[in-house]
C-alpha cells in the first residue's frame, strides 16, 4: 500500500555531500519505520541507517556513523539521508524501505516496501 522513489543520487568527490530523499506515496509514512540500504554487488543489500515512526530514535552501520544522518518529515510523507564526508567505498545503488515493525531494523526482512533504487558514485 506504499510506493517509495528514490532521488538525489549522482555523481560526487570524495570528500563531498549529497542529499537522498525518498518520497512515498499510497499511505502516510507515519505508519511506518523507514530504512536506507545500499548494494553493490551480488544479491544482497547493506544496512546503512534506519528511522523510527515518530523520528524519535535512529540506527546506523559502522561504517557511515558520523558522516551519514536519516531524518523524516512526516507532514511531506518523505524521508531522507544525508551523506557527508563520501567515501569511494560509499558507491552503491542506495534504496529506501519502509515497514511496520520496530524490531531489528538493520534487516531487509523487517521491511514491506521498497523504492526502485537510485545510484550514487564516489570518485577519488
Known amino acids: 500500500q506504499v510506493q517509495l522513489v528514490e532521488s538525489g543520487g549522482g555523481l560526487v568527490q570524495a570528500g563531498g555531500s549529497l542529499r537522498l530523499s525518498c518520497a512515498a506515496s499510497?499511505?502516510?509514512?507515519?505508519?511506518?519505520?523507514m530504512g536506507w540500504f545500499r548494494q553493490t554487488s551480488g544479491p544482497q543489500r547493506e544496512f546503512v541507517a534506519a528511522?523510527?515512526?515518530?523520528?524519535?530514535?535512529?540506527y546506523y552501520a559502522d561504517s557511515v556513523k558520523g558522516r551519514f544522518t536519516i531524518s523524516r518529515d512526516n507532514a511531506k510523507n518523505t524521508g531522507y539521508l544525508q551523506m557527508n564526508s563520501l567515501k569511494p567505498e560509499d558507491t552503491a545503488v542506495y534504496y529506501c524501505?519502509?515497514?511496520?515493525?520496530?524490531?531489528?531494523?538493520?534487516?531487509?526482512?523487517?521491511?514491506?516496501?521498497w523504492g526502485q533504487g537510485t545510484q550514487v558514485t564516489v570518485s577519488s
Open positions: 528511522i523510527s515512526r515518530s523520528g524519535g530514535s535512529t
Open positions: 499510497g499511505r502516510t509514512i507515519s505508519s511506518y519505520h
Open positions: 524501505a519502509a515497514g511496520p515493525r520496530g524490531l531489528g531494523l538493520s534487516s531487509e526482512r523487517r521491511y514491506d516496501y
